[in-house]
């Protein structure tokens, strides 16, 4: 079986969204509350494409040039103080997406670090978590 699979166990295919260069507020230092600084996001986004494969239609297939404006939207206001939350909202924005199944997120924070060229948090998360969440929370 494929490392990345959905419940039917069909392996997913792979939309890349790499090295998105955009600036924000993110830290918890005083400095870093003051002035936007580089993020660089990527975005594995796990889907069947299978569909669009044949099709050639672009309305079988996940809108990843609306997808990158909304999350750049997002980043560029928000102010978190942690790139894992950051990473986390991303991860929420990429799930939205109809046909996204799982999202892989990594965000880098160049030079946050000396020394270091970057600092970087991965996650991954899946839709069916959300929508589990969601019904749990419905329930509640």
């Known amino acids: ?79 978190d103080r942690l790139v894992e939350r950051l990473a986390e909202r991303v991860a929420d924005l990429c799930l939205e997406s109809p046909g996204v199944e799982r999202v892989r997120v990594r965000v880098d924070k160049p030079g946050a670090l000396r020394f270091a060229r970057t600092v970087a948090v991965e996650i991954d998360r899946f839709a069916a978590d959300r929508a589990a969440d969601r019904a749990v929370a419905d329930r509640g």
């Open 1 to 79: 079986m494929a490392e990345y699979s959905n419940p039917t166990s069909r392996p997913l295919d792979r939309l890349y969204i790499d090295d998105l260069l955009v600036r924000c507020i993110v830290g918890i230092n005083p400095e870093e509350r003051d002035k936007k600084q580089d993020v660089i996001i990527n975005a594995t986004l796990h889907a069947d494409l299978s569909k669009a494969c044949r099709s050639d239609d672009f309305a079988d297939t996940v809108d990843y040039r609306s997808l990158k404006k909304r999350i750049m939207a997002m980043v560029e206001k928000s102010a």
